[in-house]
């Protein structure tokens, strides 16, 4: 079965560069979830999608991030300008109807340079 | 300051023997909780949860132990194998929230050949 696909799996780029992440979640879920992962902070929660809305946007760093899901089968998360802290990995994850247990992906390993 | 993040706390076993890996959980209204697997380089892998109406609960190799009066989770494996090496979260679903999950900030686990 089709796990949770994310690309890239790295992306260097320089700072004031536009970065875009993007998620295919699993067939059949319909909850989305963003996720930041740093050594100092661990994973973090940016943003949750039901049924292609924005639920939570609580966690997302600030406007420089945005997220969209214009469809049930695909989510970007996209940093404009990017900084050298935005630095980190950072995992989609889905799940049935918000419910638990939440499926990762492999995640995609960004360097702002 | 010193994270907690940086320096994971690790276990060394060696192979063959018995794992336990603890998690002290920070809300006792908390009535989910899974424990995820991440390989380096990959995104959490889902193990094995449990719900807080239950004290133990089994998988194939793997008992997750709940103790709700001092908040405590913990995750046995059983004759542990190499492939086993990895970090090891404990996450949390508050009962207000049906999808935000809280992470612990993991373990490593190594398993000496």
């Known amino acids: 079965d089709a796990g949770v696909i994310q690309s890239p799996r790295h992306e260097v780029t320089e700072m004031g560069q536009e970065v875009t992440l993007r998620c295919k979640p699993i067939?059949?879920?319909?909850?989305l979830f963003w996720y930041r992962q740093t050594m100092m902070r661990g994973l973090e929660l940016l943003i949750y999608f039901n049924n292609n809305v924005p639920i939570d946007d609580s966690g997302m760093p600030e406007d420089r991030f945005s997220a969209k899901m214009p469809n049930a089968s695909f989510s970007t998360l996209k940093i404009q300008p990017s900084e050298p802290r935005d630095s980190a990995v950072y995992f989609c994850?889905?799940?049935?109807?918000?419910?638990?247990?939440?499926?990762f992906g492999d995640g995609t390993r960004l360097s702002i340079l | 300051g010193e994270s907690v993040g940086l320096h994971l706390p690790t276990l060394s076993v060696q192979e063959g023997d018995n794992s336990i890996i603890n998690c002290a959980y920070s809300?006792?209204?908390?009535?989910?909780f899974i424990w995820y697997k991440q390989e380096s380089g990959k995104g959490p892998q889902f193990i094995i949860d449990?719900?807080?109406?239950?004290d133990k609960r089994q998988g194939q190799r793997v008992t997750v132990l709940l103790n709700k009066t001092v908040k405590h989770l913990s995750l046995q494996i059983a004759a542990t194998q190499p492939g086993d090496s990895a970090v090891y979260f404990c996450?949390?679903?508050?009962?207000?929230?049906?999808?935000?999950?809280?992470f612990g900030s993991g373990t490593r686990l190594l398993v000496r050949p």
């Open positions: 994850a889905s799940s049935l109807a918000g419910t638990q247990p939440q499926h």
């Open positions: 809300n006792s209204a908390s009535d989910y």
């Open positions: 067939s059949g879920h319909n909850s």
């Open positions: 449990i719900r807080s109406n239950m």
């Open positions: 996450a949390e679903n508050p009962r207000d929230s049906s999808y935000k999950l809280i």
